[in-house]
């Protein structure tokens, strides 16, 4: 199966849902002010956001009111659109092995796939030649550690862990420390994710990034969000709050496969314009892959490549 088909098949829940009201609207009629109106409501309720949605169909109206249109007409014109919304944002994670190593920090609440993501990264990466290391940043939940030790063991990258309830931001030096003197390029540092607790986890974070920067001023040289897509537009908050506690460079989209909120990566995109380095659609360490903007605008649309 081609990556194309893959992630189709991927967003086939929010493309189902989004290609079925668009055709529910538009049964080859005009396209008048009641239309449009309810294609932006539609365009909402796909959780494409109402900005985002407010932009497509006024685009839309441009160049079509009044005009008889089909619903894979409409389809085809949203689709380019929305990839001219996705195309600054869709860039892939540049690692510089010259850092010796690279250090990628790696936030998100608990359940968000956070460390599976880290898992897929480390195989793709190793994949590709680097020497990977990874940190068992969350300390507070065991089963983190354990699941990035498998990850360790099946990509067969070192993992540096401590004891539960071990502190972060020492682990995450002894990390570094320990990069170096194996001449790693790349290390990928796990953290924890207890929103409820914003107050610990901001102190938390915040000293793990200054304990990195001790050893390396330049570092962490990216600090990537991973966001899990069934929470729809819960994720413009998870943003927001993980921006005012670090200085959040990119961003990991996983779960897209489960849910029918696809479209809220469009609002992202469109609301912070950060990088979406990676999306996931699916359990295999191949189902993580880079982000394309008109690939991906083309499947939410249900259109073939």
Same mark, same amino acid.
């Given at each position: 199966?081609?990556?194309f ?8 829940k ?5 290609v079925s009201s ?6 080859k009629?005009?396209l008048?002010?009641?239309?449009? $109106?309810?294609?932006?409501?539609? %365009? #909402?309720a ?9 932009? @497509?169909? *006024?685009? +839309? ?11 894979e ?15 600054p ?8 092995r010259s850092?010796?190593p ?5 936030v ?19 994949a ?5 290391m ?9 089963a ?7 990850w ?19 682990l ?7 990069a170096?003197? $194996?001449?790693?390029?790349?290390? %990928? #540092?796990?953290?924890?994710?207890r ?5 610990? @986890?901001? *102190?938390? +974070? ?5 304990v990195?920067a ?5 570092a ?9 897509a069934?929470?729809?537009q819960?994720?413009?908050s998870?943003?927001?709050?993980f921006?005012s ?9 996983t779960k ?7 479209g809220v ?11 979406v380095?990676?999306?996931g659609?699916?359990?295999?360490a ?20």
């Amino acid at each position: 199966m081609s990556w194309f088909q893959k992630l189709k098949s991927g967003l086939s829940k929010s493309s189902t849902k989004i290609v079925s009201s668009i055709s529910s609207v538009i049964t080859k009629r005009k396209l008048d002010d009641e239309a449009l $109106e309810e294609l932006e409501e539609a %365009l #909402i309720a796909a959780d494409l956001g109402p900005v985002t949605a407010a932009k @497509l169909t *006024a685009s +839309l109206a441009k160049s079509r009111f009044d005009k008889e249109v089909t619903d894979e007409e409409v389809r085809g014109a949203l689709a380019e659109d929305i990839a001219i919304i996705l195309d600054p944002v869709a860039k892939p994670l540049e690692i510089d092995r010259s850092k010796g190593p690279h250090v990628v920090l790696v936030v998100g609440v608990n359940g968000s796939g956070k460390t599976t993501t880290i898992g897929k990264m480390a195989q793709h990466y190793s994949a590709q030649g680097l020497k990977v290391m990874l940190a068992a940043g969350d300390t507070f939940r065991a089963a983190a550690v354990e699941q990035l030790k498998i990850w360790g063991d099946r990509t067969g990258c070192k993992v540096v862990a401590r004891e539960t309830g071990a502190d972060a931001a020492g682990l995450a030096y002894d990390a570094i420390e320990s990069a170096r003197a $194996e001449g790693a390029d790349l290390l %990928l #540092i796990d953290t924890a994710g207890r929103l409820h607790n914003k107050k610990d @986890l901001m *102190a938390e +974070l915040e000293k793990v990034v200054r304990v990195i920067a001790k050893l390396d001023a330049s570092a962490p040289h990216n600090t990537l969000l991973v966001l899990d897509a069934t929470v729809g537009q819960n994720a413009h908050s998870q943003v927001e709050t993980f921006q005012s506690i670090v200085n959040v460079s990119g961003l990991v989209v996983t779960k897209l496969d489960g849910t029918a909120k696809g479209g809220v990566l469009v609002a992202l995109a469109e609301k912070f314009g950060l990088p979406v380095h990676a999306i996931g659609v699916g359990e295999t360490a191949d189902d993580l892959k880079p982000f394309e903007a008109d690939a991906y605008a083309k499947s939410l649309m249900g259109l073939a490549d």
